[in-house]
């Protein structure tokens, strides 16, 4: 079977006249003059009414684009987005002091959870360069692993604020 490439006309039985616009290993991307864009498996059943060749682009956007997150979220302290929980969204911190007289400080939670989840990635971070480190020997990355971990233990106070648990920190399983 003959790869179609970007631009080929082709008849599909049930989805009528149609162009390829991007190809995948497995799909076509078919815009349809009565349907609108489709995807389609590459086996298929149409009719080929006008086929290019050499114009197909085996990685789409979409590969290149989530590739380039992944990058960037392993090795750069460039932060996900991360959902707040639901009944903190709009809300503030209220920090009150012990003494009498002084004032209230009033926090936007938003900008204290991201602030959060800066010092989260940051730490994520720092975990992958010491374990990437080859001027580390393993004893040296088990210890420094053992404070990330405590430090990840530490937080555990603000999972309260994060909506999906996957987010949240994990300290030490198996309380000593």
Do not use: C
């Not at 995948?24 to 086996?43: A, K, P």
């Not at 053992?146 to 949240?168: A, E, P």
Request: no cysteine; hydrophobic share 35%; aromatic share 8%.
């Amino acid at each position: 079977m003959k790869l179609l490439g970007i631009g080929s006309r082709i008849l599909h039985k049930e989805l009528g006249k149609g162009v390829i616009t991007n190809v995948s290993s497995t799909m076509y991307w078919v815009t349809f003059m009565d349907n609108g864009l489709e995807t389609i498996d590459i086996d298929s059943e149409y009719e080929v009414i006008d086929a290019i060749e050499n114009e197909v682009d085996t990685v789409s956007f979409f590969d290149v684009e989530s590739s380039l997150v992944a990058i960037l979220q392993k090795w750069s302290d460039t932060t996900q987005r991360v959902a707040i929980a639901d009944k903190w969204k709009g809300g503030n911190i209220v920090l009150e002091p012990g003494e009498s007289g002084g004032s209230n400080k009033e926090i936007p939670i938003n900008t204290f959870f991201h602030k959060i989840v800066i010092v989260r990635d940051r730490i994520r971070v720092m975990e992958q360069k010491i374990n990437s480190s080859k001027n580390l020997d393993d004893q040296e990355k088990i210890d420094l692993q053992q404070y990330i971990t405590r430090i990840y233990g530490s937080l555990t106070t603000f999972n309260v604020l994060f909506k999906t648990k996957g987010d949240q920190f994990i300290g030490e399983k198996g309380g000593k």
